[in-house]
């Protein structure tokens, strides 16, 4: 599989079998009493049997729907799911989707909800209140268009995610592929294309970076033309992604002061940099123009964002909305639930919790 291996189809082979492997961790406690408090509404605002209608064949052991929250009413008309028939945009109930405050672009990671169809996916954004979908392919987006859902971070041009911009001998190929993308996504109207630099094999970071900017040069022309944004994911290399290369914040922001391009941008993602170098806030506040899109996920794990794990995700979706930032904040956290409705339930509150 050295070609073809895109974040979101095959992930489910590559990043979700790397991710797994590293959930064994004891996750972190906290004693904060308002911060406890505060998740504990979220959840409140974001569970319970409700959400089991929101897919086809879903069942809840959570509280009769009357026992829900009266100011959370994100979920799915019950009449139309009972009908039993196929999933369709008339199952939406537009008049129960929950209002969401505007300054958090929300979105989720296609991978992480592997176990839903897309257009099972669809449905549950749009009960929810969002409409944008991660890592997505060409392949896939006449099913987010039938839904009027968005590809807010697009892929299928990378080669895998070990296999990138930092190694020469893979320049030709990932140009061919890269040129071909940026036209795809330009004409389906989307404007974000994911990029990876792969790992160091026994390269300096020095060498990996010089080559990165060789590379990448060749594509940015034809990127701004067509005014799509290539973002380079940031991952870390002490848990999930060993010998990466693009593994730090500093590394990310001088390729994209050499480059020197504004449609080249990081997706930085909080839960990767977190375990890599912390000061998640600061680095918001100082680099945020280098920043085109974030991920999500709870650290140890990778799993929700509720208070099972040590970062603070209110206050980090406030400071990214108080950078003025305009792309997407999406949710890539491993579901834990036993069943579709406790999934979705985390999907539920997790947007809660970002939508400050």
Known sequence: ???????????????????????????????????????????????????????????????????????????????????????????????????????????????????????????????????????????????????????????????????????????????????????LVADAGYSNLICFTGNARGMSKQTALDNAVKGLSRIMPHAEKRGVTIQLELFNSKVDHPDYTADSSAFGIELCKRLGSPNFKLLFDIYHMQIMEGDIIASIRQHGQYFGHYHTAGVPGRHEIDDTQELYYPAIARAIADSGFQGYLAQEFIPTGADKAARANALAQAITICDV
């Open 1 to 183: 599989m050295n070609t073809q291996v895109a974040k979101g189809a095959g992930l489910a082979s590559a990043e979700l079998q790397t991710a797994m492997q590293t959930t064994g961790q004891t996750p972190i406690q906290t004693a904060e009493p308002t911060r406890r408090k505060l998740l504990k509404m979220a959840a409140a605002l974001g569970s319970g049997a409700v959400l089991a209608q929101a897919l086809p064949g879903c069942a809840s052991s959570g509280p009769a729907t009357s026992a829900m929250p009266h100011d959370f009413n994100g979920h799915l008309d019950s009449e139309a799911l009972n009908s039993q028939s196929a999933v369709s945009e008339n199952a939406v109930s537009k008049s129960t989707v929950p209002a969401r405050k505007g300054r958090i672009q929300h979105g989720v990671a296609r991978w992480t909800y592997g176990d839903l169809s897309l257009d099972e996916l669809c449905l549950l954004v749009k009960s929810l209140g969002f409409n944008a979908i991660d890592l997505v392919g060409p392949d896939e987006w006449p099913i987010l268009k039938k839904h009027g859902v968005h590809c807010s971070m697009c892929n299928g041009a990378e080669l895998n995610l070990k296999d990138g911009w930092s190694h020469p001998e893979f320049h030709e190929v990932l140009v061919e592929r890269y040129l071909k993308h940026i036209d």
